[in-house]
């Protein structure tokens, strides 16, 4: 890793294609403080606002990054530009209502499907 211990510059890219940042970082953060950041500068005027750090996955170069791994750990130099900003995707996952689980499990449709993506 090239740089060694300065600050990585990173800007968080939402799903509606808005940016969080971008902000200098040093390659010891966990994944976890970044994600903390990410909800604590979420925009109140999106439909989708995530509640906890378990809603909300990063995303580096297509990788999903894991909560234990720091910044330095996490960053794939591969295509970077020196000096350049580093966009992390943000994944929200969509909020689960009790409702349409019951309403599902008391339904009986026999068609579902049983697909796991890997």
Request: charge should be positive; charged fraction near 25%; include cysteine.
């Amino acid at each position: 890793m090239a740089g060694g211990k300065e600050p990585i510059e990173v800007k968080f890219r939402l799903f509606d294609g808005t940016d969080i940042g971008p902000n200098k970082y040093d390659p010891a953060t966990t994944v976890t403080a970044l994600k903390e950041f990410v909800l604590s500068r979420w925009p109140q005027d999106k439909d989708i606002v995530p509640k906890t750090l378990n809603d909300v996955k990063l995303i580096n170069a297509g990788r999903i990054l894991e909560n234990n791994k720091t910044l330095g750990e996490s960053r794939v130099p591969v295509g970077e530009v020196p000096g350049g900003v580093i966009t992390m995707h943000v994944v929200v996952r969509p909020p689960q209502s009790d409702k349409s689980e019951k309403h599902l499990s008391n339904s009986p449709k026999q068609n579902r499907c049983g697909c796991t993506i890997l």
